[in-house]
């Protein structure tokens, strides 16, 4: 069993920035990856960013040069910093955690073995 807590969401305004944190206890964190989705409302939910056990990093197109994903194995936390916002980026957002030694996609939810309880992100225009 795996918890997954996330922090750092709120309001702000476009342009601005945040932080994400999600915790993770219950597992050897250095042997998992770690993502972020989204779900913005009567949406689906999507891939954000994602790093792999390895060190590997992908993001989505929409946040590439805005978004930066980053892991800290000893404190067993994943981060999301999120820079230059935009209304659109308004959601709920999620950090998810693979199986050990994950090799299959990182872009799809089902990838993902655990959930965290999301996090509301909200861009002010």
């Known amino acids: 069993q795996v918890q997954l807590v996330e922090s750092g969401g709120g309001l702000v305004q476009a342009g601005g920035s945040l932080r994400l944190s999600c915790a993770a206890s219950?597992?050897?964190?250095?042997?998992?990856?770690m993502g972020w989705f989204r779900q913005a409302p009567g949406k689906e939910r999507e891939f954000v960013a994602a790093?792999?056990?390895?060190?590997?990093?992908y993001y989505a197109d929409f946040v590439k040069g805005r978004f930066t994903i980053a892991r800290d194995n000893a404190k067993n936390t994943v981060y999301l910093q999120m820079a230059r916002l935009k209304p659109e980026d308004t959601a709920v957002y999620y950090c998810?955690?693979?199986?050990?030694?994950?090799?299959?996609?990182?872009?799809?939810?089902?990838?993902?073995?655990?959930w965290g309880q999301g996090t509301q992100v909200t861009v002010s225009s």
């Open positions: 998810a955690v693979t199986a050990p030694y994950y090799s299959g996609s990182y872009y799809i939810s089902n990838g993902y073995d655990y």
């Open positions: 219950g597992r050897t964190f250095s042997s998992f990856s």
């Open positions: 790093i792999t056990w390895s060190g590997y990093i």
